[in-house]
């Protein structure tokens, strides 16, 4: 088999296990086990995603973490791009960093891998595609995709939204990451606790050490000073990728988000 490293194309996978379980109250919404099975704007939300991503020049084989297959069959055009062979069900593990972790050892030839999440409905196939560029054509071990406040305020500017504030201005992640090789896998061991770092700060102490915990509270560095730290304490080489779309950050974790998420599809759609 040839590499997707020499076609140039990352390996993507698309985390989409139900985390809430029962308690999820966008599935609740619709009746469903799962937030990314809810229909948005006329469509399944892991659809949506799965339909972006493969639609991006930069994406080779996409693998879905999630509880079982039956959950993909159920979606008819998920089946048939498992049966097509360009889109493979990946047994979730019991916390993100375990079905990354999964990842990397179940999928053949699996670097460079790119992770994101089931809820990202306003993805598009040029947000993913620039991400993508951003990660192979740079000499990085791990990447992470960010949009400033700035861009995401001039397109939103009553919108409310928790910023990581930091010395160059607002910063805000866009569920995008990636692993070019195996020592940026181990180094996302720190997601063992959770993620969610901006919801809960704490994490970010026992994460990431003091000296980060400082510098972000005090804003004592940019974002690319993070990352420089970052890839310091973790021996690899850490980049920040600039998104300069407004949507990228907006993912569907609450009813409001949804009702938000729906109506920017819908807009566009009327565009």
Request: aromatic share 8%; proline share 5%.
């Amino acid at each position: 088999m040839a590499s997707q490293a020499t076609e140039n194309k990352a390996t993507v996978l698309v985390l989409a296990a139900s985390r809430a379980g029962p308690e999820d109250a966008v599935a609740a919404l619709r009746g469903v086990s799962h937030k990314c099975l809810v229909e948005i704007d006329g469509e399944i939300m892991l659809q949506r995603v799965v339909r972006e991503i493969s639609g991006s020049k930069s994406a080779g084989d996409i693998w879905v973490s999630i509880e079982s297959e039956d959950l993909l069959r159920q979606v008819p055009y998920l089946s048939e791009m498992m049966d097509a062979g360009r889109l493979h069900f990946l047994p979730a593990g019991e916390n993100l960093f375990a079905s990354i972790m999964a990842g990397a050892e179940a999928i053949p030839d699996p670097y460079p891998l790119v992770v994101s999440t089931g809820d990202n409905a306003l993805h598009t196939s040029e947000m993913f595609e620039y991400f993508c560029r951003a990660v192979l054509d740079s000499e990085m071990d791990a990447g992470v995709g960010m949009t400033p406040a700035s861009t995401i305020l001039e397109a939103y500017p009553d919108g409310k939204r928790a910023f990581h504030e930091l010395k160059d201005g607002g910063w805000s992640s866009c569920n995008l990451y990636a692993a070019k090789t195996q020592r940026a896998i181990d180094a996302a061991k720190v997601f063992e606790t959770g993620g969610q770092f901006g919801k809960r700060p704490s994490r970010i102490m026992k994460a990431f050490g003091l000296p980060f915990m400082l510098m972000y509270k005090f804003k004592l560095a940019t974002l690319d000073g993070m990352a420089n730290y970052l890839s310091k304490r973790w021996k690899i080489d850490v980049k920040a990728v600039r998104m300069p779309f407004a949507d990228a950050p907006i993912d569907v974790d609450n009813p409001g988000d949804f009702e938000r998420t729906e109506a920017i599809l819908k807009k566009r759609r009327g565009a």
